[in-house]
């Protein structure tokens, strides 16, 4: 077996069940909830931005493109970094840098500066979610899917409340008021340096100790290594297309084909989010107790019953089985999360930034694909397309399995 000398995040200090450092896990996941609140206030302010400097769709896609390319391609490089060189405050800089486009995006002038604010607030995401993944299994005390799980639903909450905020505060007073959202993005800043000084501490003891650099032995041949990633990036694919269609264009369909209004469809849209955020939590406790290969098989596959279904429903088991279907659906992400770790050991915080990478960015290119789609078919069309992605999660069952915890 290949072996790599890295440094210890510490996580072998806190692998003692009972150990977990739930207040460190819950400060994070804050932090997540602010920072995707933050993230999610860009796509809801497009129609005020189109008017604003009139542009064209293609300038709108134009900014989803540098945002998610700020946001999803970088990641993985800012994680390999981590990897070799921690950084406690990076956490707290990263915020700074949403700070600093968020204030941009309030006061921009020109087309030129929106591009530029957006990709400012990309970077700041780029530099969060690989290093804070980083903390939560550094606190997990070896309960990895559940501390993974505690700091998703954080991320959840936030994209969730974000548009709903943007409708409330920036809708009604205009552009500039993007920069009241400063005060989510100081409170962040506040967590997230109580947490650098927490990690700070964690990597001092490591070094007092002399157990700062460790040697790790990689638990999988490379060959084994390759088949199971790309096993679990199909798995992201499915999971974030299907997911992205039933975000984008579930309140198209209800209202297209049940007649309801758009305040009825936003209700049933948000049902959905809200089933996303419980999964998540549930995935992680049963990551840990089951096996996370289980969870993953059992998420995935085990949604295509309730997704096939859902074109063929009156409205109201459309709403539960749309709720049933995000409760299953939402518990993966920890467990490939976690999985993906396992298998690569040595690069926690590359290997996060690529799975946050891809989460980002396969949900920005669905949402352009369903959207190109659906102008040349229909949204009940592609509602029929995209509930036939769960069923991929079938090839789960080829995972090796890494054991229950």
Not at 116 to 136: K, W
Not at 338 to 355: I, R
Request: charged letters at 10%; aromatic letters at 14%.
């Amino acid at each position: 077996m290949k072996k790599r000398k890295i440094y210890d995040d510490g996580c072998a200090a806190q692998h003692e069940a009972g150990n977990t450092a739930f207040a460190v896990l819950f400060a994070i996941s804050l932090a997540h909830l602010l920072n995707d609140m933050i993230q999610s206030v860009v796509p809801a302010i497009y129609p005020m931005l189109k008017d604003n400097y009139a542009l064209t769709f293609g300038q709108i896609g134009m900014i989803t493109l540098v945002y998610q390319m700020t946001s999803s391609v970088l990641q993985p490089f800012v994680g390999l970094y981590a990897d070799r060189h921690p950084r406690p405050y990076s956490l707290a800089f990263g915020m700074c840098l949403t700070l600093a486009g968020l204030l941009t995006l309030a006061f921009s002038a020109s087309y030129a500066l929106v591009l530029l604010a957006v990709g400012i607030i990309g970077c700041g995401s780029s530099v969060f979610h690989p290093e804070s993944s980083r903390v939560a299994q550094m606190a997990s005390g070896g309960r990895k899917s559940l501390a993974q799980s505690i700091f998703q639903v954080g991320g959840n909450g936030g994209s969730a409340i974000g548009p709903l905020l943007a409708a409330v505060v920036v809708i009604p007073h205009g552009q500039g008021a993007v920069g009241w959202f400063a005060v989510a993005a100081f409170a962040a800043f506040a967590v997230l340096t109580g947490i650098g000084r927490w990690y700070s501490r964690i990597l001092e003891q490591r070094m007092k100790d002399g157990s700062g650099v460790v040697t790790v032995t990689a638990p999988y041949q490379p060959a084994v290594v390759r088949k199971a990633m790309t096993i679990l990036v199909i798995m992201i694919f499915s999971k974030y297309f299907f997911i992205s269609s039933m975000t984008s264009y579930f309140t198209f369909f209800l209202m297209d084909k049940f007649g309801v209004s758009v305040q009825q469809s936003q209700m049933c849209l948000f049902a959905f989010l809200a089933a996303l955020a419980v999964g998540t939590l549930a995935g992680g406790f049963l990551g840990d107790r089951y096996g996370r290969k289980y969870v993953i098989l059992f998420s995935i596959f085990g949604a295509a019953p309730f997704a096939l279904a859902l074109p063929y429903l009156d409205f109201g088991l459309t709403v539960v089985f749309s709720v049933v279907t995000g409760l299953v659906i939402a518990s993966a992400f920890s467990a490939i999360l976690v999985y993906a770790t396992d298998l690569k050991p040595e690069k926690v915080g590359m290997v996060s930034g690529v799975f946050f990478g891809l989460m980002f960015g396969l949900g920005g290119i669905a949402s352009a694909f369903f959207g190109w789609l659906a102008d040349r078919t229909s949204v009940e069309f592609i509602f029929h397309v995209s509930t036939l992605l769960p069923l991929l999660g079938i090839i789960a069952a080829w995972l090796p399995d890494t054991g229950r915890k």
